[in-house]
């Protein structure tokens, strides 16, 4: 089989380009850059994906396949869902990371980073919608939920760690921008204190006996 010349995709690319430029200047379609650089994007992405599905040991590809993904999904947007922007090229970015842990449970760091990405997108349409103090407390809510999956999601039992930072997350999480706010400068020196008493703790009975 004949091995696809790149020149070739690129003169489409560019005659793709100079029509849709054609038709933004003549007022039939609107946003042209947006789309061509959309289905840029949408065509690196499909590059990327190929060599991900090709070969189990690509997983790496991963990352560019969804980021390009996103970035080519918020540009074919219309101005009216302009706030799910930062939404949907967060969650493509978020995706390629959730596709490198559920393809390899080893890989289980993909984890805080997916669900990260996952929580800024979703700060980031509350922020358009509501404003205040809303995005924040759902964004600590969401690191918290994220460790919480580190420790219980498949491959797990090792990382009952994760369930500390966790719960102090989604508790600070759920008290941000409530009357209760103020509780926060209590709860971090009560949370250091704890954990401190915690390490000290284990290493006393971790102490091989004299």
Known sequence: MRRLDPRLLIGVLFVLGGILSLLDAMGIVANAGSIFWGLISAA????????LLTDRNNWWAAFPAFTFFGLAASSFLPDSLEAYDGLVFFLGISLG???VYFTGPERWWAII????LLTLGIVSVLDEAFGGDTGGGVFFLGLGLTFVLVAVLPGGSGRSWALI???ILLIFGAILGTPYFGL??????????FLGGYFILRFFRNRPSQ
């Open 44 to 51: 690196a992405g499909a590059i990327f994906l190929y060599i």
């Open 97 to 99: 990371f959730w596709w």
């Open 113 to 116: 980073p997916g669900g990260v």
């Open 165 to 167: 930072p966790g719960a």
């Open 184 to 193: 926060a400068e209590y709860l971090w020196p009560a949370v250091l204190i």
